[in-house]
């Protein structure tokens, strides 16, 4: 499986972007699709993450409430909406896609990774 994320960029603070990652493979639709960040100098973080379905979604507590995961099986793509962005949401955004995830928050649960999108939050 290969992951294709875009729609990163450059925002002002307050403002909204929609990532979205488009996955090729039949697995897509029975994966768990995650999205983590890594910002300069820091380690790669949880995001947010959604079961096959669509069902279940958790986020980490830094984006809830701000960010919402969704995802389109029959368009095989996930996105990630982002509203009110603070500088801090500034970070390479990378999708990930877990065959045997459990809940998807963890790194070590995912089997592939896509090359990852720069979302840049000026003050």
């Known amino acids: 499986v290969q992951l294709q994320a875009s729609g990163g960029g450059l925002v002002q603070a307050g403002g909204s972007l929609r990532l979205s990652c488009a996955a090729s493979?039949?697995?897509?639709?029975?994966?768990?699709m995650g999205w983590f960040r890594q910002a300069p100098g820091k380690e790669r973080e949880f995001v947010a993450t959604?079961?096959?379905?669509?069902?279940?979604?958790y986020y980490a507590g830094s984006v809830k409430g701000r960010f919402t995961i969704s995802r389109d099986n029959a368009k095989n793509t996930v996105y990630l909406q982002m509203n009110s962005l603070k500088p801090e949401d500034t970070a390479v955004y990378y999708c990930?896609?877990?065959?045997?995830?459990?809940?998807?928050?963890?790194?070590?649960?995912?089997?592939?990774w896509g090359q990852g999108t720069q979302v840049t939050v000026s003050s």
């Open positions: 990930a896609g877990g065959k045997s995830a459990s809940r998807g928050t963890a790194r070590y649960e995912y089997d592939y």
């Open positions: 493979g039949r697995t897509f639709s029975s994966s768990v």
């Open positions: 959604i079961n096959w379905s669509g069902s279940i979604t």
